[in-house]
């Protein structure tokens, strides 16, 4: 048996491979991150105990309708990290794995909240790997607290007047209030 069987990219050594992925210290952790959750902000922290850099990858994606906009998504991540020199946050348009490979990363971490998460990451998993086999996909379970949390949840609730306490942070929860104050409620959602 041959050590291709477990490892379909170049790297056959699997002591390098680790090495590289790891070694590295960086890894990317990308999102719409509209808003950025309490559930997020478990799983950046919990990537740092393994990562010395997390790179927080804000999609920027003008087809997508937002609540935040890409500056505001990025200033809000920035706030909350600002005591963190450990979390870079940048935003980012085209190939995930193409902006991990600028940004010498070869890990992207992603949060698996429940099995309703796993097809979709499977198949985006699969397909970044197709699209670089180098570049390695890690998923971590965020606390049981924000395993039934979303944005899009956060925002619906946040919209009819629900109480965020513990959902999200609180820089987040004024930003929130306010586009509740200066815009229509149907367009919140
Ligand atoms: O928070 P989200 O919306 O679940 O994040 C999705 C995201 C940003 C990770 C995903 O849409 C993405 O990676 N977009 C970049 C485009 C890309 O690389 N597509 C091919 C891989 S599926």
Known sequence: MTKQI???????????RAHNLFMKKKAVYPGSFDPITNG??????RGLEIFEQILVAVLEN?????????????AMIQE????????????????????????????IIRGLRAISDFEYEFQMALMNRKLDPEIETLFMMPS???????????KEVSMLGGCLE?????????????KQKSAPKTKLI
Do not use: Q, W
């Open 62 to 74: 003008p087809k997508k309708k937002s609540l935040f906009s890409t500056k505001e998504r990025v």
């Open 40 to 45: 997020h902000v478990d799983i950046i922290r």
């Open 80 to 107: 909350i990290f600002s005591d963190c020199k450990n979390v870079e946050v940048k935003a980012f348009h085209g190939l995930l794995v193409d902006f991990a490979k600028k940004n010498d990363a070869k890990m």
């Open 144 to 154: 049981l607290n924000y395993s039934f949390l979303s944005s899009r949840l956060v």
């Open 166 to 178: 513990g959902l999200v942070p609180t820089e987040v929860e004024k930003n929130l209030k306010n």
């Open 6 to 16: 477990f490892f379909d990219t170049k790297v056959d050594n699997p002591g390098e």
